[in-house]
């Protein structure tokens, strides 16, 4: 593993513990060049994954990107960061046992808008606001007079 101080490749694992309920490896790890420490996780991935993208552009599946997305939908909420990660995960892992390679972007953002609405109305509120393209108040009208009618 590089060093992400000072770009040396050698560098040794100092302590390796199980992170996410298991389906992460944390591992703290020290330069040899430098002597600076810092953090990696591992992750099983299943499948490498495309999305194809409302104008039909492809690009890698970023799972950066999709925390992103939901921790700005998510910002000064009282949800738990490790509940956010666990649903971030779950996403990526019903994604990959879909038996497909390739995602379109709006099956994404589907599955996000399911798991906001699940952890916080606020969240999946901003979200869908963006998702869906809000333009007036009005829109936001609609959308609120929408939430009563899945129960």
Do not use: H, W
């Not at 194809?52 to 960061?81: Q, T, Y």
């Not at 606001?129 to 929408?146: C, I, M, P, Q």
């Amino acid at each position: 593993m590089r060093c992400a101080f000072c770009g040396a490749e050698e560098t040794i694992v100092k302590d390796s513990r199980p992170s996410e309920e298991g389906s992460v490896i944390r591992r703290r790890r020290a330069c040899l060049n430098c002597g600076a420490r810092f953090t990696t996780f591992e992750r099983v991935q299943i499948r490498e994954l495309t999305v194809i993208k409302s104008g039909g552009k492809r690009e890698p599946l970023d799972r950066e990107k999709l925390s992103r997305s939901m921790n700005i939908a998510l910002r000064k909420r009282p949800v738990d960061p490790d509940r956010i990660e666990r649903v971030i995960t779950s996403i990526i892992r019903r994604l990959e046992s879909s038996g497909e390679s390739e995602v379109k972007s709006e099956a994404i953002g589907e599955l996000v808008m399911d798991a906001l609405n699940s952890l916080d109305s606020v969240a999946y509120v901003r979200f869908a606001s963006v998702y869906k393209n809000f333009r007036e108040a009005s829109d936001f009208e609609d959308f609120l007079g929408t939430l009563g009618d899945d129960d």
